[in-house]
Each structure stands twice: as structure tokens, then as C-alpha cells.
């Protein structure tokens, strides 16, 4: 996506999803799923990114990965801002700030979403 070609990015995600989930290699393909919900967003389609990072949190919270659950729960916010859900999106904000203060996840301040850095370190 880096390089500005999102539709061969999205073919690449989704044949390397396909691949990871035969596998069984689910921090991977939380990865693509995370990707795609990416590409989803830049199409406008929320709806799909939403499901895709919910399944993806699934993925994670498996994985008892706290980086990716608080990164995902970011996108997360994002769509809900994106749908009109401001109360929803500032109570996901309010877990990703349970994970800083409790330093579970000390470096999300420094989390940049789409050139924004959503929240500061203390």
C-alpha cells in the first residue's frame, strides 16, 4: 500500500490470508486481516473493515497480544468516527488509555493513524 497500488496490495493479502489460515499461522493472518480492513477503510467501506478487524481481534485476543489487540481497537475507533459513532469510538480511546496507564501497552501513545497521532504520551 506503501507504494500506492492498493488493488494488487489486496490481492496479496487475501492470497497470503488464504495461505496462513491453512497453515493454522493466526498472528499472520491477523496481519492480512488488519491490511485488508486498512484497504476497506480507504474504499470508504467501514462496514467490511469493521468485520475484518473484529475477527481479527478475535485473532489477537487469542494470541494474548496486547500490541495488536490495542493497534486493532484503534482501528476500531476510527471506523466508529468514520460512521458518526463519536461515544463509541471515545469509550474504545478509553481502554486503549487503561492499557498506557497501566503500562500493559506503554508505547501506544506513540501510535500514528493516518498521519495523526490519536492520543499523547503523559
Same mark, same amino acid.
Given at each position: $500500500?506503501?507504494? /500506492? &497500488?492498493?488493488?494488487? !496490495? *489486496? +490481492? %496479496?493479502?487475501?492470497?497470503? @490470508? #488464504? ?21 476497506? $477503510?480507504?474504499? /470508504? &467501506?467501514?462496514?467490511? !473493515? *469493521? +468485520? %475484518?478487524?473484529?475477527?481479527? @481481534? #478475535? ?23 468514520e460512521q458518526g459513532q463519536a461515544l463509541q469510538a471515545a469509550r ?7 492499557f498506557v496507564k497501566r503500562r500493559l501497552m506503554p508505547t501506544i ?14
Open positions: $500500500m506503501i507504494q /500506492g &497500488d492498493i488493488t494488487q !496490495a *489486496e +490481492q %496479496l493479502y487475501e492470497r497470503v @490470508l #488464504t495461505q496462513r489460515r491453512a497453515l493454522g499461522t493466526q498472528l499472520l493472518a491477523g496481519a492480512c486481516l488488519y491490511g485488508l480492513a486498512r484497504i476497506r $477503510m480507504l474504499h /470508504g &467501506d467501514f462496514k467490511t !473493515a *469493521e +468485520q %475484518l478487524l473484529h475477527e481479527c @481481534l #478475535t485473532l489477537a485476543h487469542s494470541a494474548v497480544n496486547r500490541g495488536w489487540l490495542a493497534l486493532l481497537l484503534a482501528g476500531l475507533s476510527r471506523i466508529y468516527v474504545i480511546w478509553g481502554a486503549i488509555d487503561q501513545g506513540s501510535v500514528w493513524i493516518n498521519g495523526k497521532r490519536p492520543c499523547a504520551q503523559p
